[in-house]
């Protein structure tokens, strides 16, 4: 299949380049600017080409910059199980859409047990001690009791009431994560709305707090940052809440919008680098964390800049050129200047102006007339 697909693109190609050597007619034009291709009306080799109005963007003030797609940190919730157990069922996968205090996972947890028989000891013992002060008062009262045996009476009331406080805390503490279900199991919840982005633990697995990565990161995917590291020649063309433009090969010829938040205080010795920040405007959902993209701050000033697809663009030499579309089957070699070439498309400063059509498929064949001096 793929052998009769190139078999054809190949009879394509030469019987496009057959008909420019046999069917076009060039002449010289009286300009700066070479010469001219001109084809009758309907000429078929019109139909191997394709031309495309020169589009504006806006001024770049930098070269596109090599970055990624991270987290959000601040909308993003990475949860690990407070207390050591076994996983005995999981409520929640990869890619599940959850709300805040849902359960994620049961886990059985016999440490917790020993956290309420703690605080369960500690609240007896704190009420016995509450008893034998008030006693311990009445006799001081009614003269009975000496001071210093009412004053061991109130340190033991604070020492108990000081060890309720401790194990009330160290319960309340797994809350946040997880909660008593009604079989006595701990029920590990998420404290946020989101979307499962990973899942590091599978149903029967021991956990405990220390373990190295998180149980669960939830995260609200229609809020990413994007990371740059940026060269420390630039550091001067950038600043905090400015507008950049973001370009990720999944997309190609698609751009998100976004502003730099934040510019690291310090730079790396070793790759001479600062860590920039950036938020990003996604509200489809299409960027994902973990991609590369090529990310460009844009000027302050507001102009725009002519940009052309790099097929259409012919390099010879020192110099640039592109066909332009004068007339109808009337095509123009004209050399341009460039200001940055990027990886799909290249930015214009001098030969193009707005509004005007350009060959972007076929450039390099229509060139070949031109070499072969075809008439």
């Not at 709300?99 to 059985?108: E, M, P, R, V, W």
């Not at 404290?191 to 995260?219: K, W």
């Not at 809020?223 to 973001?246: C, M, N, Y």
């Not at 001479?272 to 990310?295: H, N, T």
Request: hydrophobic share 40%; net charge positive; charged share 25%.
């Amino acid at each position: 299949m793929k052998a009769r697909v190139f078999f054809f693109r190949m009879c394509c190609f030469a019987l496009f380049a057959s008909a420019l050597l046999h069917g076009s007619e060039t002449m010289a034009s009286a300009g700066n600017n070479g010469q001219r291709l001109r084809f009758p009306a309907g000429a078929p080799q019109l139909n191997y080409l394709r031309i495309q109005t020169v589009s504006t963007a806006p001024e770049p003030a930098t070269e596109p910059l090599n970055g990624r797609i991270v987290y959000n940190e601040d909308r993003t919730s990475r949860i690990s199980s407070p207390i050591s157990g076994r996983i005995v069922k999981l409520d929640a996968r990869p890619g599940d859409r959850v709300k805040a205090g849902q359960i994620l996972a049961l886990l059985d947890a016999p440490d917790l047990g020993g956290a309420i028989a703690d605080m369960r000891k500690a609240e007896a013992d704190q009420h016995l001690k509450q008893l034998a002060l008030q006693r311990a008062k009445t006799l001081f009262e009614g003269e009975v009791l000496a001071r210093k045996e009412l004053e061991s009476a109130e340190a033991d009331w604070k020492q108990a009431s000081a060890e309720g406080d401790r194990a009330r805390s160290r319960l309340k503490n797994l809350a946040p994560g997880g909660t008593l279900s009604t079989d006595g199991r701990f029920a590990l919840r998420t404290p946020m709305a989101g979307v499962i982005a990973d899942r590091q633990v599978n149903p029967g697995a021991e956990v405990r707090p220390d373990n190295p990565a998180p149980l669960f990161v939830i995260t609200d995917p229609s809020s990413l940052w994007a990371s740059i590291d940026l060269p420390e020649r630039d550091l001067g063309k950038v600043h905090v809440r400015q507008s950049i433009r973001v370009e990720v090969d999944a997309y190609p010829g698609k751009y998100f919008s976004g502003r730099i938040t934040s510019i690291g205080a310090t730079l790396d010795p070793a790759t001479r680098r600062v860590s920039v920040r950036c938020s990003l405007d996604d509200q489809q959902g299409l960027l994902k964390p973990e991609m590369y993209a090529r990310i460009t701050p844009l000027a302050e000033r507001g102009r725009s800049i002519l940009q052309v697809p790099n097929a259409a663009v012919i390099s010879e030499g020192l110099y640039n050129f592109v066909f332009v579309e004068n007339a109808p089957g009337v095509l123009e070699k004209r050399r341009i200047s460039l200001a940055v070439q990027g990886r799909d498309q290249s930015v214009v400063s001098a030969g193009l102006k707005a509004g005007e059509r350009v060959v972007t498929t076929g450039a390099l064949l229509l060139n070949s007339e031109f070499k072969s001096g075809g008439k």
